[in-house]
């Protein structure tokens, strides 16, 4: 069933795309009115879906324009006018049916197939062909008791088929019912679609020719036996003869005594032209057998074999149109075994030839079988349109070389008011396309010189003639051909034998479509014109508009202007506040300082980053709350009392260090001391303090290490000298002269102590020089074994002086290292060892591999170290023993340079012992990359 919905409203429109497609119904969708009426002219429709409110052409307008000009398909009006005296308009305007929107979609299918019942007059909802059911209101298909389940489109065709159940269907007229003008493909997607139908109803158990193809002009349904289809079974056709009474059934009579007149009379025509062309067909039948003759005799020339081909292909197009259907197919067969050129042909078997002649005998005896000059007509009716004005004024070109095919076609279109010009000769075909201008362009595809194929090719490609409807006329039904049709450009093709209706149908079709696709380009046209003429009215009013607006807007220019000075001057003002401001927020920001405002009730207002980072509270913990949260609990009183009187003083800032040092108290409940300046502000009545507070935690610490520093150096300093003077004093006082071996060791004495003095200036002057970064480390090559070796020959001797034994382990791997500071490294851990080790004792330098590492190892047994100095020793001056420095010659700094050197390198040092067992130095040393990898 095709329904036609009239509906501006996209969203609407969509909407009933959806709920109508979803019960197979085939849509079209016009949005104004007038497209709306030029549908209805051009196609049938079921039912009309119709708005009120449209563009161009209202809906009640355009129903009683449909009702005045005949057309009696229902109508069923949805809108959103719901007053009674809308629908009093609507229903007397011939409408059908009224639904208000919005509606339920449910109740919008009921409607529908309750007008569509109504308007096939049915007495019963389920359609019926022997044990076939198709329930329009469930849409499910049954044969017997077996469901079978179809598509839309398969679902679409089988209803066609039952509503009119007595009717053949070509696959243009499938293809109008079906599918809607903007989709329609073709006539192959028909076949498909009733391929697949026979085999799913042949599933469910019906027989395989359930839908009955008649050859050359369409399909139906197969005819019930009469006994079962009269009496038992029934049809909606039938059901519908006896609804309508006899008032219908003298119309129906009339119309079926209107087309058996013009069928006669086109079957008359084709008599008088079949009589006329008999002697010609004799004439090509004496050629084939010609032909074979010579065949026969190996005499058969090219020539001859060219024209038999062509002749025969004549008669296989010509004779099944007459109505020769066995015939044409001995033609076809006969065209076939001409096909074959020269000397393929002449190589044919006895047998074969032999075959051919029985084939030429054939056609003779079967074309003079018939006794009548009238030819047979065994085609079954087919109903032919009711060609429209437009259709009747139409002018074709038909070019083929068969002249009894030309006229033959000339004679089936007249009747329908088809002027048909014939050409027989492609050579005049521009000459006379320009003198008929035709509407429709029907081309033989088999032709001497030039085939239809390529003649439509070049025809597509003609700029003036490119859009010309172009159908092919073939006997070649493959696959091949028919691709080759379509590629060329054709619209459509149709098969020979040409059966009368189905060539008046496909071609009157054809020809309404064209017109159909002018009007709505035309409209379209039109619709660009006024659309244009409307700019042109809309452009002149906005001229005039823009002169008004000018004038007014000359008169405002200058009150913009003043305006304008006036905001730039403010603008001006606040961004230079805004710039102060942002300086002002940056400073605040980024100071190290904390800096916190309290209100008059001593309550936080303001809370910088610094404040954060000094006592570990966020903004948003602070704000709001009492100063006293910053302050330690013993000096809340005192402090809070102290602002209270610097409020009430004439001065309006204290600076740091006019008073005496103060105490904060950080969030995890810490004490730190600090400085801190106070300064007053009177905005709008109400007093701001704002504290700035400096930690000085870190300076305490500092000054703190710089007074142990000098004590330590200045003891470590005063020491030597102190031996150095009494020593020199002694032997300067001459008392010595006569113990010449006590004034050597007293010089001894102030020698060793120069040394220790300039070891302890060194080590503080190296410890200072790496920690500041101005010593650089030349980075080599080393080979580790190279660099162990070289450290215990330098400690050989004062391992010897201790009687300490050194045992080394070396490792076959170089290092990228400054080999002095390793080798300085080296000796002092070990110079520690050897110090530190009872005689006898033996330390062990080892170095082994750890993954991109080398581990160093300096083991002694001496005395070892408590687990509380292992981190400590590594500071400056820190030793085991206060006794250290004066009973083993040493400045306590040697391991704080050891560290240092070794994390320039990148690496890390510590120590493990056990006290009383002795004690193992570690340090790493990385390996660099490439010999990582290696």
């Avoid at 005799?297 to 007459?322: I, K, P």
């Avoid at 018939?370 to 065994?378: A, I």
């Amino acid at each position: 069933m095709k329904i036609l919905i009239v509906e501006d409203d996209k969203l609407t429109a969509e909407g009933l795309i959806v709920a109508l497609g979803n019960q197979n119904y085939t849509i079209e969708v016009a949005a104004d009115g007038e497209a709306a009426w030029t549908l209805v002219e051009s196609f049938a429709y079921d039912l009309i879906v119709l708005d009120i409110t449209l563009p161009k052409l209202d809906g009640i307008s355009l129903c009683q324009r449909l009702r005045s000009h005949g057309y009696q398909m229902p109508i069923l009006l949805l809108t959103a006018r719901s007053s009674s005296h809308d629908k009093a308009i609507g229903l007397d305007a011939g409408a059908d049916d009224y639904l208000v929107k919005p509606f339920d979609p449910e109740e919008l299918l009921a409607r529908i197939r309750a007008l569509l019942r109504r308007n096939q007059v049915m007495g019963q909802s389920v359609l019926t062909w022997g044990l076939l059911q198709l329930d329009p209101q469930s849409c499910e298909v049954r044969y017997g008791e077996q469901p079978v389940p179809l598509t839309a489109k398969e679902y679409a065709i089988l209803e066609l088929f039952l509503r009119h159940s007595r009717r053949v269907f070509s696959c243009g007229a499938i293809l109008e019912n079906i599918w809607s003008f903007a989709e329609i493909p073709s006539d192959e997607a028909v076949r498909t679609h009733i391929k697949g139908l026979r085999q799913k109803l042949k599933a469910a158990g019906a027989p395989a020719n359930f839908i009955e193809t008649i050859y050359g002009i369409g399909y139906r349904l197969k005819p019930l036996e009469r006994d079962v289809g009269s009496r038992e079974q029934g049809t909606g056709l039938n059901h519908e003869a006896r609804s309508n009474g006899t008032g219908e059934d003298r119309q129906a009579t009339s119309v079926a005594e209107a087309e058996q007149q013009a069928r006669s009379q086109t079957l008359a025509a084709i008599a008088e032209v079949w009589q006329r062309f008999q002697p010609r067909v004799c004439e090509q039948v004496a050629v084939l057998e010609q032909a074979v003759a010579a065949l026969s005799h190996h005499t058969l020339s090219e020539e001859l074999r060219q024209q038999a081909e062509q002749e025969a292909h004549t008669l296989a197009g010509s004779l099944g149109t007459f109505g020769f259907e066995q015939a044409s197919r001995l033609a076809r067969l006969i065209e076939q075994q001409f096909q074959h050129p020269l000397p393929s042909i002449d190589r044919l078997h006895p047998n074969q030839i032999r075959h051919l002649e029985q084939l030429v005998t054939a056609l003779r005896q079967d074309l003079e079988a018939t006794n009548t000059h009238q030819p047979p007509s065994s085609h079954p009716s087919a109903t032919l349109p009711n060609a429209s004005l437009d259709a009747q004024q139409s002018k074709i070109l038909m070019v083929d070389d068969d002249l009894q095919l030309l006229m033959t076609v000339r004679t089936l279109l007249h009747p329908w008011g088809l002027y048909v010009t014939t050409l027989d000769n492609p050579n005049q075909f521009w000459k006379t396309l320009e003198a008929t201008v035709p509407d429709l362009l029907l081309l033989d595809i088999k032709m001497p010189e030039i085939s239809g194929i390529e003649l439509c090719h070049i025809v597509r490609n003609d700029a003036r003639w490119g859009g010309l409807p172009i159908v092919i006329l073939t006997a070649h039904n493959d696959a091949d051909t028919i691709n080759q049709v379509f590629a060329a450009g054709a619209d459509d093709f149709i098969s020979k034998p040409i059966v009368g209706p189905e060539l008046v149908t496909r071609i009157i079709h054809r020809l309404e479509r064209m017109k159909l696709l002018e009007n709505l380009s035309s409209r379209h046209q039109q619709e660009v014109a006024d659309r244009q003429r409307s700019e042109t009215s809309l452009r002149k009013v906005k001229d005039e508009l823009e002169m008004r607006v000018a004038e007014r807007t000359a008169e405002l220019v200058s009150v913009n202007e003043r305006l304008r000075a006036e905001l730039n001057e403010r603008k001006q003002i606040e961004d230079a506040l805004k710039i102060s401001q942002a300086r002002f927020s940056g400073i605040l920001e980024i100071a190290d300082d904390a800096i916190i405002s309290v209100d008059r009730q001593q309550r936080i207002t303001l809370f910088n980053q610094g404040a954060e980072k000094i006592f570990g509270y966020t903004v948003q913990e602070a704000i709001g709350q009492p100063l006293d949260l910053l302050l330690p609990r013993r000096f809340a009183n005192a402090h809070r009392q102290h602002v209270a009187d610097f409020g009430q003083s004439a001065n309006e800032a204290r600076r740091m260090g006019e008073r005496r040092e103060i105490f904060g108290r950080r969030k995890n409940g810490e004490e730190f001391p600090a400085e801190a300046s106070i300064s007053k502000l009177e905005l709008k009545g109400e007093t701001i303090f704002t504290v700035i507070l400096r930690d000085t935690s870190d300076r305490k610490i500092v000054e703190r290490m710089k007074d142990e520093f000098i004590s330590i150096v200045s003891h470590e300093l005063r020491t030597p000298l102190t031996s150095i003077h009494g020593s020199l004093k002694m032997l300067t006082s001459g008392l010595l002269d006569a113990e010449p071996n006590t004034a050597k060791r007293l010089l001894d004495i102030a020698v060793d102590s120069t040394e220790r003095l300039i070891r302890l200036i060194n080590d503080v002057l190296d410890v200072e020089r790496i920690e500041s970064g101005k010593v650089t480390m030349n980075k080599n090559t080393c080979n580790v074994t190279d660099l162990m070796n070289h450290a215990v020959n330098v400690m050989q001797a004062m391992a010897e002086k201790f009687g300490v034994t050194l045992s080394v382990s070396s490792l076959p791997i170089t290092v990228y290292a400054d080999s002095d500071r390793i080798i300085q490294t080296l000796t002092n851990l070990l110079s520690n060892a050897i110090k530190f080790s009872p005689p006898g004792a033996t330390i062990w330098l080892s170095a082994t591999r750890n993954t991109d590492q080398v581990l160093f190892q300096v083991k002694d047994q001496g005395r070892g170290i408590p687990a509380d100095k292992l981190e400590t020793i590594f500071e400056r001056f820190q030793q085991v023993d206060a006794s250290d420095s004066r009973n083993h010659d040493g400045t306590g700094l040697g391991l704080a340079i050891c560290r240092n050197i070794v994390q320039q390198h990148g690496g890390q040092i510590w120590v493990e012992s056990v006290v009383g067992k002795g004690s193992t130095f570690y340090f790493t040393l990385p390996i660099e990359s490439g010999l990582a990898n290696s």
